[in-house]
Structures are given as structure tokens and as C-alpha cells.
């Protein structure tokens, strides 16, 4: 990788099979941690939601040409999950990816400070996304940028604890002119 500039920008139909790459490499170091079966359920989900209509936004990173990177945003946990019970009606990410070979660029974090942004233009006060501690990396980035535990929006999968964490976009730094 070069040190040119990451681009984040809306997704393009011409994207459709980078962000599928980019998602099953990111997400494929999950395969020998989860069972099989477990593993394709979850594969398959990530797959369904690449045209999924219930997304409300769709990001790509950019870098020297190449999608690298992704995130989804849903307006509700009925939108991102079909659980209109869990009642979190603010933005929600979800699968935020990077491709192994752009990690440490600092690309998550552009992805996140992206979905902030379009989530407080859509007049939102808080941001939400659910991960568990399989993805411990991925847990320190978002407590690192000020996201906090909510615990009342936590879910269970089976026998994972799927972690809720909320990030108050009037507070957070990401929003900070840098």
C-alpha cells in the first residue's frame, strides 16, 4: 500500500464483488473460530446483506483505486436484524470490513467517522453496532473511539453474548474538524 489517501465514498453497482471479496476476506479469519455450521449461517448472512433492501447506506473505502474496505448502515434494529423487540431506532453499522492486506491504515476508523457523520445528518443522536468478543480486535477500536457499552441492546446468538455498543454522536470526537 502506498501512502495515498483513503477515499471513503457510497457504494457503486460496480462495487458488488469487491465489497463481496473484501467482506469474505475480512470476515474469513472467523472461519476456523466458529463452527461449521455456525460459520455458514453467518457467511451466508454477510452474503444477503450485500443487496440487502433494508440497508439504508452503503460505504466504501477506497485506496489507490482499490475497495478495500465497507460498512452497512441500517436505520433500525428491525432494519439490520428483523428485531423491532431489541427498539433501537438510530443508525446501526454493521459489518464493518477491511481487507487484510489494508489493515493498520486506519481505514475502520474512516468508516466509522463516515457512518457518524451521514448518522448525524440523518438527525440521529446516537450511533449502534453488536459484535462479540470473538472480534476482540475490532471491540478495542470501537471502545478507543469513544464507543460504550449498551448493555439493554445486547443479543443472544445461541451461545455467543452479542455485545451492544452505542456511540453519542454530540459528544464523540470523530466529529471534531481535524
Request: proline residues 2%; charged residues 25%; negative net charge.
Amino acid at each position: 500500500m502506498s501512502d495515498n489517501a483513503v477515499v471513503i465514498r457510497d457504494t457503486e453497482p460496480a462495487d458488488r464483488e469487491a465489497i463481496r471479496e473484501v467482506l469474505l476476506d475480512a470476515y474469513g479469519q472467523y472461519e476456523q473460530v466458529l463452527p461449521e455450521e455456525a460459520w455458514s449461517r453467518y457467511k451466508e448472512s454477510i452474503l444477503e446483506a450485500i443487496d440487502g433492501a433494508a440497508t439504508k447506506a452503503r460505504l466504501a473505502a477506497v485506496l489507490n483505486g482499490e475497495v478495500v474496505g465497507s460498512v452497512f448502515l441500517f436505520d433500525s434494529s428491525e432494519a439490520a436484524y428483523g428485531l423491532p423487540d431489541l427498539n433501537i431506532q438510530t443508525p446501526i453499522i454493521r459489518l464493518l470490513a477491511v481487507s487484510r492486506k489494508a489493515r493498520g491504515y486506519g481505514i475502520a476508523t474512516e468508516l466509522i467517522r463516515a457512518s457518524a457523520k451521514l448518522a448525524t445528518e440523518w438527525g440521529a443522536e446516537t450511533l449502534h453496532l453488536h459484535t462479540s468478543d470473538m472480534m476482540d480486535s475490532a471491540v478495542r477500536l470501537y471502545e478507543r473511539l469513544g464507543f460504550e457499552r449498551a448493555f439493554d441492546k445486547d443479543l443472544q446468538n445461541g451461545d455467543t453474548l452479542v455485545k451492544s455498543y452505542r456511540l453519542a454522536l454530540k459528544e464523540t470526537s470523530l466529529l471534531q474538524v481535524q
